[in-house]
């Protein structure tokens, strides 16, 4: 049925309660009004759900003033409850159905904060509900809060049909909310021969089964059919494709990252509960939720009959160590687990994004994302602790300190770092040099390997700078110890992007190939010089080029 103007203006917006009671109040009482799918269209499909069910319970949330409900009551299914937040609304249909249909009840109410006990009912019918809660301009929220409260008063078993024009964002919503736990089936509602329709209507219908377990999409909407709007069928076809693809990624048994509402929506079933050896890596917070997003690890103990000290704990690694052994594999995360005495374990790894924030932020942004992952424990009063890994350094010789009026104070300094892999055949400690801007904190801005000058390369050094011997005495103690000489080691690169761009060269191995071989110079330009490791490791390994550095401010280094 279509809208007058006035009945148009009044619904700009449809989640507003003051719109639908002015679009009721214009329309006067008696009157049903269909969105869409009449009686006639869904009956069939409705039905072969309800089959033999006459005592099943039944919600109607957002049932406004549809002949739905009526039409289901004279087939004798009896104990049907209607909910809508437009008190006109419900004042009317009482009126209208109080004397002829005694046993339906009716109750003002919002369906994403519904008043019902959970498992309440055996089948929810939405029609156009969740269609009219997802406007494109308010979002996902009030979508979500409706679906959480429609599974929360559904009862294990129970169906949820809902119909939908299943635009896109409606669809995708659907279809995320519904992955874990429930069977899905989704089929396209006969229009009538003399219907001009310019939208096709959807049936999706979900039941609620065990939580974890992902079933593929049984569709029965076919691509070689005609229907009212085949672009719309031909959309929907597409996103269910992409969906199973999903799911059977699910069932796979691959190692799936997954978000923080996939497990809150059951996806590795129940977290309140500890399952000895799980492990699961997901990403913590999302834009707009929380400042920043976060991987991470969550980690059940696998031997639950120990004693703990926390019955969960968040440890955080910093970005410098997060690509060691113990904390990169599999088997070293389990260690940290053990030596944590925690029965759950939710491991928070750093990176880039969080170079330039302050730790009590990071825990104060990590508080609110791993409450829904705290197992029960009525017992426990104590607030969820935050431990955190060290940088990593064993020994640190601070050599300079210098403030820039461009990136603030720096630290050069000598380090050697832990051997957290363990391996004691390797006797001498390697030592790195490190350039750190105070400002990014926990973020190495440089590194290069430190090696021993052999006794011969020692010897020349000190005939040639004997003028300053007695000056640098003092500054050879500390890590290396007064007879030791050490130099940075150009062949040694440091950061992976370098290594990435080296390995990019091979693009144009054969140029540099031939060149090199007829004693050719090739001119190349690096733009930003840093501490100067890529230039010094090109020139060494490719003597030919003829390399030119810029930076970023008025200076300029060549090799030639």
């Known amino acids: 049925m279509a809208t007058t103007p006035a009945l148009h203006d009044a619904l700009l917006d449809f989640t507003s309660r003051e719109n639908w009671d002015k679009f009721f109040a214009l329309r006067g009482d008696g009157d049903s009004f269909e969105w869409y799918a009449e009686w006639p269209q869904i009956k069939a499909p409705l039905l072969s759900l309800l089959l ?28 049907i409850t209607n909910v809508d937040f437009s008190r006109i609304i419900v004042a009317d249909m009482l009126r209208r159905h109080a004397r002829v249909r005694p046993q339906m009840r009716w109750r003002v109410m919002d369906m994403t904060n519904m008043q019902f006990p959970d498992g309440s009912f055996d089948f929810i019918l939405d029609k156009g509900g969740l269609d009219a809660l997802m406007e494109p301009e308010v979002g996902t929220k009030l979508g979500m809060k409706y679906l959480d409260e ?66 593929t999409i049984k569709s029965l909407v076919d691509q070689s059919a005609e229907y009212c709007n085949m672009q719309q069928a031909n959309a929907v076809i597409h996103a269910l494709q992409n969906e199973n693809k999903i799911r059977e990624s699910h069932n796979s048994g691959v190692d799936i990252l997954f978000s923080l509402r996939d497990l809150q929506l059951g996806a590795i079933g129940d977290l309140k509960v500890i399952v000895p050896g799980r492990r699961r890596q997901l990403i913590l917070g999302e834009q707009g939720s929380s400042l920043y997003c976060y991987k991470a690890v969550l980690m059940d103990a696998k031997n639950q009959n120990e004693t703990f000290v926390y019955h969960c704990g968040v440890f955080i690694v910093p970005k ?47 508080s609110p994302l791993v409450m829904d992952l705290e197992p029960e424990y009525p017992e426990e009063t104590d607030p969820m602790p935050f431990m955190m890994a060290s940088d990593g350094v064993k020994q640190r010789d601070i050599l300079q300190e210098v403030t820039s009026e461009i990136t603030g104070p720096m630290v050069v300094e000598d380090v050697l770092y832990e051997n957290v892999d363990g391996d004691q055949s390797c006797m001498s400690e390697k030592m790195f040099r490190r350039l750190i801007f105070k400002r990014s904190s926990g973020l190495v801005q ?28 003092s500054q050879k103690k500390g890590l290396t110890g007064s007879k030791d ?52 490791f090109l020139h060494g390994c490719l003597p030919h080029l003829n390399i030119e550095v810029k930076r970023n401010i008025s200076y300029s280094w060549s090799t030639d």
Not at 197 to 209: D, H, I, R
Not at 458 to 473: C, H, L, Q, V, Y
């Open 320 to 366: 410098a160590r997060a690509q060691e052994w113990l904390f990169a594999s599999e088997e070293g995360q389990w260690l940290v687990v053990e030596s944590a005495k925690a029965a759950r374990l939710i491991m928070v790894f750093l990176d880039s994004r969080h170079a330039s924030a302050d730790i009590d932020v990071v825990k104060k942004d990590l």
């Open 150 to 215: 429609a599974k929360r008063v559904l009862k294990s078993g129970g169906k949820f049909a809902c119909f939908t024009l299943a635009e896109s964002h409606v669809l995708d919503l659907l279809l995320s909310e519904f992955r874990f736990g429930w069977d899905m089936t989704i089929q396209a509602i006969a229009s009538e021969p003399s219907s001009k329709s310019a939208f096709q209507t959807f049936m999706l219908v979900m039941v609620k089964g065990k939580m974890g377990v992902v079933h």
């Open 446 to 473: 440089s590194e290069a390997l430190l090696i021993r000058e052999s006794p011969s390369d020692e010897t020349d050094s000190k005939t040639k700078n004997s003028s300053a011997s007695s000056k640098k005495k």
């Open 485 to 536: 000489s050490l130099r940075v080691d150009h062949s040694y690169l440091g950061s992976s992007y370098h290594s990435s761009i080296i390995c990019g060269l091979s693009l144009v191995a054969s140029a540099l190939s031939a060149a090199a071989s007829s004693g050719e110079r090739v001119s190349t330009t690096i733009v930003g010089l840093g501490a100067g490791s890529l230039p010094m």
């Open 52 to 79: 033999g069910e006459e005592g099943t319970e039944i919600l109607v949330p957002g049932c406004g003033s549809s002949s739905l409900s009526e039409q289901l009551y004279d087939l004798g299914f009896r104990r």
